[in-house]
């Protein structure tokens, strides 16, 4: 597996990738997304997964053309607000490529992300979704994509937490790190504080 991937291809870039996030309403909480690039192409999108969907635990990722790349789903009974990630759409039997598990730890709140499958890669979040400020770090600390804040370059003013950057480096899944900031809003959604380091441990699937 090439290093980096871990949903879809052809969301790894050969050079360095600023995406603009977009959440797309102001009324509910985690009401859906739209993503796009430089040059204000759409790239991503998320439709309403407010309360009014069939099933708000469950969040499919699209391509601009609709097609589904990734679906995250809470998994239900659990006592760790477990999400877990499906390539395409989810169908029963069907195996989850990651999970994420958000664990207390005295002093600090942490999540921990398996990625199933890839051996030998693991990676950190450090810093504070709530605030649009991380890093996904790989195993040597190395910075492989960022969450900010987005800064109006006309202006020069800081813009509000619904338009925030995806920064993604060469090489890194821009899929799967939209996938991790779909699950980061849902526990942020949850009035959780992940202001701690966010902890990628890449696993074997047993």
Not at 65 to 94: I, Q
Request: contains cysteine.
């Amino acid at each position: 597996m090439k290093a980096g991937l871990v949903v879809d291809g052809g969301f790894i870039y050969d050079e360095e990738k600023n995406l603009t996030v977009l959440k797309t309403s102001l009324f509910f909480a985690n009401d859906g997304f739209t993503v796009y690039d430089c040059k204000g192409e759409l790239v991503f999108r998320v439709d309403s997964y407010g309360p009014d969907t069939r099933d708000k635990d469950e969040v499919v990722l699209m391509d601009a053309n609709g097609r589904c790349l990734l679906t995250v789903r809470k998994k239900r009974p659990s006592l760790h607000h477990r999400w877990e990630g499906y390539t395409g759409e989810r169908t029963e039997g069907k195996k989850p490529i990651f999970s994420v598990r958000r664990s207390s730890i005295i002093g600090r709140c942490s999540v921990t992300v398996e990625v199933y499958g890839t051996p030998g890669e693991e990676y950190s979040i450090e810093g504070s979704y709530a605030n649009r400020s991380c890093m996904i770090l790989n195993a040597e600390k190395e910075s492989v994509a960022e969450i900010r804040r987005k800064v109006d370059a006309s202006t020069n003013v800081v813009l509000g937490k619904d338009v925030f950057s995806l920064c993604l480096k060469p090489g890194f899944d821009g899929a799967f790190a939209m996938g991790l900031v779909l699950i980061l809003d849902q526990i942020n959604g949850d009035n959780f504080s992940e202001d701690g380091p966010v902890a990628v441990h890449p696993t074997t699937e047993d």
